[in-house]
């Protein structure tokens, strides 16, 4: 076996998938740090770091054991971009889960007379609207997909979303222009109507 410590991470990536299970350990140690942080700075809450930070290594560990990591020369690269597109994940999927409920409430909080004058139809047109802006959003190139996610899902500041994307803060700004621009032309484009 080799000095693990010399080896270079696509060395180790090929030592682990040979069943050197020291060479994923030298990986784990080498990246540990790095990627828990960049993960922490996104979503800024420990248990939840510490979940996509797991979650990342069971992907690494999965990918690499079926033989399928290809990305030569470019592993911290790669399992950044593995745990970027978990954290996004778990941004859609906390905006989704936020829910109220009523249930332990002593009073009914949504028997109440404005809240009461949306009928079905205007839920049904607010639902086709949602639907509508989430497919145009789903058609913006991904750097602009991610500012607008941020900034209106995650309600991040610009400041914010240049410190998780790492970029200046002029260039956050202007994936977010240049993503209501297309919107506006795309929404212009179909002949959507986007309010009742």
């Given at each position: 076996m080799q000095d693990t410590h010399t080896l270079t991470d696509e060395q180790l990536v090929v030592s682990y998938a040979n069943g050197d299970n020291s060479a994923f350990d030298k990986l784990l140690l080498r990246h540990k740090s790095q990627l828990f942080n960049y993960i922490f700075q996104m979503v800024r809450d420990r248990d939840v770091a510490d979940d996509i930070f797991q979650e990342t290594f069971i992907k690494v560990i999965t990918t690499i054991k079926q033989g399928r990591y290809n990305d030569?020369?470019?592993f911290t690269a790669w399992i950044t971009r593995i745990a970027r597109n978990l954290v996004i994940d778990s941004f859609r999927?906390?905006?989704?889960?936020s829910v109220v409920s009523a249930d332990n409430e002593e009073y009914d909080i949504l028997n109440r007379k404005d809240l009461s004058e949306e009928t079905i139809e205007d839920i049904l047109i607010d639902m086709q609207i949602e639907n509508d802006i989430r497919n145009l959003v789903s058609q913006l190139p991904e750097p602009q997909q991610e500012v607008l996610n941020m900034r209106y899902y995650k309600d991040l500041s610009f400041k914010e979303i240049a410190e998780i994307l790492g970029v200046s803060i002029n260039t956050a700004l202007g994936r977010m222009r240049y993503a209501i621009l297309n919107l506006r032309r795309m929404?212009?484009?179909?002949?959507?109507?986007?309010?009742?």
């Open positions: 030569m020369g470019k999927s906390e905006k989704s889960e929404i212009k484009e179909k002949d959507l109507m986007l309010t009742r």
